[in-house]
């Protein structure tokens, strides 16, 4: 039996609107069907991120630690911290070492009664701008040694683009549920279909729950997607 031998099948944004066209039962013809396809698909990355469905983008950041310095801003593009550490003796192959950070909520930080106490930090809290974050170490790091502050996070997926020639930042096994969640927004935005928009509806909260379930951790501790209720 002949096969392909090939495992590089993916949907550009063409492609990808093409189909979730076709799946509402329309056929996208007008450069502003396309527009507002993509418009589409830049919501849903940021839905998807809100419920937590983008353990892909995880990544390990690290930044140097002032003594003195308690609040530190991280790049824009970061959605959350998963992990923090304090790294103390960074390089030293005999005695690097890493001490886990606890999180704590912006209450639990306001109710410490001393904030501007020095030694090597235990805890943080992370404050979320519009513009990005910052981790804020408590105590405020001290002198006594050299610290770095590294962390896991979640990084923003990136936005769909103008050229349809463009892949998706996400990977191939989640097209499906990308696919059905933008022809289940289609059927909202057009009268002539929302007839179907019960069924796409069932449809993407199929293809997201085999989604969110790949994407958890296979571990014994494991960071799982938050729940959804669709509306």
Not at 189 to 206: C, N, Q, T
Request: charged share 25%; proline share 5%; glycine share 6%.
């Amino acid at each position: 039996m002949a096969t392909s031998g090939t495992y590089a099948f993916t949907l550009d944004l063409a492609d990808m609107i093409e189909e979730s066209f076709e799946l509402a039962g329309l056929e996208l013809r007008t450069g502003y069907d396309f527009r507002t396809a993509r418009r589409s698909i830049d919501l849903l990355m940021l839905e998807w991120q809100n419920r937590g469905l983008n353990l892909w983008t995880i990544q390990e950041g690290t930044t140097s630690i002032t003594a003195g310095t308690a609040r530190y801003a991280l790049s824009s593009d970061i959605v959350d911290i998963i992990e923090a550490y304090v790294r103390t003796d960074s390089g030293d192959t005999s005695k690097q070492f890493d001490q886990v950070l606890t999180r704590v909520s912006i209450s639990q930080y306001a109710h410490l009664s001393n904030k501007l106490n020095q030694a090597k930090p235990l805890q943080y809290w992370l404050e979320k701008d519009p513009s990005a974050i910052a981790v804020n170490l408590w105590p405020v790091p001290d002198s006594a040694e050299t610290y770095t502050l590294g962390y896991y996070y979640m990084q923003r997926v990136e936005d769909s683009g103008s050229p349809g020639s463009n892949n998706m930042d996400v990977p191939s096994r989640y097209l499906p549920c990308l696919v059905s969640g933008l022809a289940y927004q289609i059927s909202l935005k057009r009268p002539e279909v929302s007839d179907r928009a019960p069924a796409l509806k069932s449809a993407y909260e199929e293809q997201w729950n085999l989604a969110a379930d790949a994407d958890r951790e296979k571990a014994s501790f494991r960071v799982t997607p938050g729940g959804y209720r669709f509306p």
